[in-house]
């Protein structure tokens, strides 16, 4: 109180039961505050007329009218001060009380600080100032060089409570999905995907493009701005492929965390895969096995005399429509419908997985020990972010949203063809245990020091390849109405984008307001007519020169791409990637050509040598286009037959005439029609190497037929995938080509063993590859080296 008054200009003087002229000091005093501790120490009579009084003493005197004998009296005799003093605090309920006010009045305005401190919508963040070097050294070199700032530090800077954060060391963190609660009135931010035109091999650099305008709109136009990216495969990681973590000045770092194990969330999904698949075998084991009781005790084992069914059990007998809830009522009959799931081991479609690329596990024999008792099956080892709890994953709203989802997967079908599901084995719950961290999305940095999400990472084949609903939500809530929230989907637009459209959007209810749609002149040279262009071979001299005929002649790709985008009612901004290869003319040619077929804008980058800095036109373009109208529509309505589907998505997107069903996946659009998964929607397992089938056909090619050889179902995740194309069956590709001879030709098939003679006249061999990997031969062998394919 001393300091208090002294800081509030008051003349403070201070006395104790020592000072010789105590009543007279006290006497001179407006505000009087006596903490002596000595019972009615300060007069009524010493005290200045009109003073305020505070009496923070607490004494017990004898009192034999209280039944304990005594009572509290503070350090001022209360009964004659009071005729003096304007106020006075009486001692009990004095003090306490006005503390209570005090420190309430406190709570308060700190909460109306806080508040206006960490508004959601205002951030403050400290950027990292990037030192550009030519020529520009290799990414390693660069993230290593760069100090990110503390995790923790990133979090509070876009408004993350410090009990929302869960810290995995310095430079990565998981958040709590409570976050999405607390902010559930916030109004969402500016939603752009990132997607490419059709790629090299090569890649055109949509995760590069992703990183540079998050840190163009932060770091340079100081826009409250997330990147939400998926988490990359150890497998395309040690392989030719490479990180994903962009490149050059546009990287979320350090990039050996994030290009590894990040926080875990891949191990946690081969777990989990590897749990049912696990399952799967040692149900049909016990079943081959066990007799009806012996399987119904182990299933329903007595604890202390009582049997229990658990809640998944519960629902599985309503599945089976069995009302009853009591072990002890089921007929023999309820219990062996009850313990066999009769799995049909032809149909099992869950294999096992693990996050490195070993061919070697491709085909595998499983069950060889003598303790399975003769029951083996041929299967196979798929990569980790095959697995459909990957997809899951990227598509559930929230833990129960994807338990929910975990229960529903369709692992096998019984041998009347009822599909198994991932209930019906009774793992649900053990895997959202496996899951239960797995499912908060994963905090980063950029090179600059914007945020980034890190979340998921589904194929964008056989899945709909793009980073985590929850990371979106939990970015767009963040970053406030006027933030952006920057997501990149896989491949070219013809794949990704269609299923961030048609798949994530439609789960997750988010609506887009910019495509960005990432090209270069590379690119477009091999879509207009250029040579081939293989990972780890030198570019031909024509991506090296200018060529500009080539550049139009390919942009015929792009133009279809542009549409593809606009078919969805969102604005088009076409961000053209440059290479140090590329000339202004070049360039000027695309953006021109871009402008023409329908782009909202087009504009030159050049991030990769020069950061957000160099992607500056790019980021303004954006916001400019997130102001237009954006009436975004989905391509179909998943009521629709499968086949309509599939239809719609290649005469549309692909540009097709029209599709053609192989036996296979006609049996499949039927048994999944039967089986209610009709209404699911399409993902697409097609090539990105063109908007076809065929991955040599460049450019935007038309009238072509699109074969389907097989469907399959991700149930849990929620969606159909066709296969597209068909396979040969010397090397499993999917093609299929007829070449003409001038001549005779007798060759041998070194593969299968057997000769085969042929006229003048077409010889049809199932692949392209199978020629050129020499698994044909001749006794000309010149003929087959002079072969013109393609």
């Not at 800077?157 to 998981?174: I, R, S, W």
């Not at 650099?205 to 932060?218: D, N, R, W």
């Not at 629709?640 to 599709?659: E, T």
């Not at 009238?703 to 995938?721: H, K, M, N, W």
């Given at each position: ?289 066990q007799s009806d009781q012996a399987l119904y005790n182990r299933l329903v084992p007595s604890v202390n005399g009582v049997r229990k069914f658990s809640d998944i059990q519960i629902r599985r007998l309503q599945k089976l429509g069995i009302n009853k809830t009591d072990p002890m009522a089921l007929t023999k009959e309820e219990v062996n419908a009850f313990v066999r799931l009769d ?192 990972a780890g071979v030198p570019l031909p001299k024509e991506y090296t020169e200018e060529n500009l005929q080539l550049v139009a002649k390919g942009c015929s790709n792009l133009t279809k791409q542009i549409q593809n985008a606009r078919m969805f009612g969102v604005p088009v901004v076409v961000a053209v990637n440059a290479f140090k290869t590329d000339t202004k003319a070049e360039l ?158 007798s060759v041998k098939c070194l593969k299968l063993g057997e000769p085969l003679s042929f006229t003048v006249g077409v010889l049809t061999v199932q692949c392209i590859r199978c020629l050129k990997r020499g698994f044909l031969r001749g006794k000309r062998e010149a003929a087959i080296d002079h072969l013109t394919f393609g």
């Amino acid at each position: 109180m001393h300091d208090l008054l002294l800081w509030n200009n008051a003349t403070v003087t201070t006395c104790h039961s020592k000072t010789s002229t105590l009543a007279e000091e006290v006497g001179k005093a407006d505000i009087l505050v006596v903490a002596a501790g000595r019972a009615e120490m300060v007069k009524g009579e010493w005290i200045k007329p009109g003073a305020i009084v505070i009496d923070c003493g607490i004494n017990h005197v004898p009192d034999s009218t209280k039944a304990s004998g005594k009572r509290v009296v503070g350090d001022v005799a209360y009964s004659s001060a009071k005729e003096k003093a304007s106020f006075i605090t009486p001692v009990p309920g004095g003090v306490g009380p006005m503390t209570v006010a005090m420190l309430m009045q406190s709570t308060v305005e700190s909460a109306q600080r806080f508040l206006e401190k960490f508004q959601p919508g205002k951030w403050t963040i400290q950027y990292n100032q990037l030192t550009l070097k030519m020529p520009v050294p290799s990414d390693i070199e660069i993230s290593q060089s760069c100090i990110p700032k503390p995790i923790d530090q990133v979090a509070k800077e876009v408004g993350l409570f410090p009990d929302e954060v869960e810290l995995y060391g310095q430079t990565k963190a998981k958040i709590q999905l409570s976050v999405l609660k607390r902010l559930q009135n916030q109004p969402d931010g500016k939603y752009v995907v990132v997607t490419g035109i059709t790629p090299t091999p090569l890649g055109e650099g949509k995760s590069t493009t992703t990183v540079g305008l998050v840190q163009a709109l932060g770091a340079h136009l100081r826009q409250n701005v997330f990147a939400c990216v998926r988490q990359p495969s150890q497998g395309p990681t040690f392989g030719i492929k490479g990180g994903a973590a962009g490149g050059g000045y546009c990287q979320v770092v350090p990039m050996e965390e994030f290009n590894l194990h990040l926080t875990g969330d891949i191990h946690a999904i081969t777990a989990a895969n590897n749990l049912v698949a696990a399952a799967i075998d040692a149900r049909i084991f016990h079943e081959l096995t066990q007799s009806d009781q012996a399987l119904y005790n182990r299933l329903v084992p007595s604890v202390n005399g009582v049997r229990k069914f658990s809640d998944i059990q519960i629902r599985r007998l309503q599945k089976l429509g069995i009302n009853k809830t009591d072990p002890m009522a089921l007929t023999k009959e309820e219990v062996n419908a009850f313990v066999r799931l009769d799995i049909d081991p032809g149909t099992i479609t869950w294999q096992r997985v693990l996050d490195t690329n070993d061919r070697f596990l491709r085909k595998i024999t499983i069950g060889q020990s003598v303790t399975e008792k003769g029951f083996t099956r041929t299967a196979q080892f798929d990569i980790t972010v095959s697995s459909e709890i990957m997809a899951v994953l990227a598509l559930a709203d929230g833990l129960d949203d994807m338990k929910k989802r975990f229960g529903r997967m369709v692992v096998a079908s019984s041998k009347k063809g009822i599909p198994v599901t991932a209930d019906d084995l009774g793992v649900t719950g053990a895997l959202a245990v496996l899951m239960k961290d797995a499912v908060k999305p994963n905090l980063m940095q950029t090179l600059e020091g914007t945020p980034v999400f890190v979340h998921a990472g589904p194929f964008a084949n056989i899945a709909h390849g793009n980073s985590s609903v929850l990371a979106d939500k939990i970015a767009l809530k963040l970053v406030g109405k006027d933030g952006f929230v920057v997501t990149e989907a896989g491949f070219g637009a013809d794949i990704g984008m269609e299923k961030f459209f048609n798949i994530k959007c439609r789960y997750s209810g988010l609506r887009p307001h910019v495509v960005v749609l990432v090209a270069t002149v590379r690119a477009l040279k091999m879509h207009g007519g250029g040579p081939a262009v293989t990972a780890g071979v030198p570019l031909p001299k024509e991506y090296t020169e200018e060529n500009l005929q080539l550049v139009a002649k390919g942009c015929s790709n792009l133009t279809k791409q542009i549409q593809n985008a606009r078919m969805f009612g969102v604005p088009v901004v076409v961000a053209v990637n440059a290479f140090k290869t590329d000339t202004k003319a070049e360039l000027a040619l695309v953006v021109q050509h871009a402008k023409e077929a329908g782009a909202f804008d087009a504009v030159e980058c050049t991030h990769w040598a020069e950061g957000g800095k160099g992607a500056l036109a790019l980021a303004r373009a954006v916001q400019r286009a997130s102001q237009a109208p954006s009436n975004f529509k989905f391509l179909y309505n998943v009521e629709l037959p499968v086949v309509d589907k599939i239809r719609l998505i290649a005469q549309q997107v692909y540009g097709a005439r029209d599709i053609e069903l192989l036996p296979e996946a006609q049996e499949k659009v039927a048994l999944y029609t039967k089986q209610g998964f009709g209404n699911l929607p399409i993902c697409m397992a097609k090539t990105h190497l063109s908007l076809s089938h065929d991955p040599e056909q460049k450019g935007a090619p038309t009238g072509f037929v699109l074969p389907i050889r097989d469907i399959r179902a991700s149930v849990g995740a929620g969606f159909l995938y066709p296969l597209v194309g068909t396979v040969c069956g010397v090397c499993g590709v999917r093609k299929k080509t007829s070449f003409a001879f001038q001549e005779s030709l007798s060759v041998k098939c070194l593969k299968l063993g057997e000769p085969l003679s042929f006229t003048v006249g077409v010889l049809t061999v199932q692949c392209i590859r199978c020629l050129k990997r020499g698994f044909l031969r001749g006794k000309r062998e010149a003929a087959i080296d002079h072969l013109t394919f393609g």
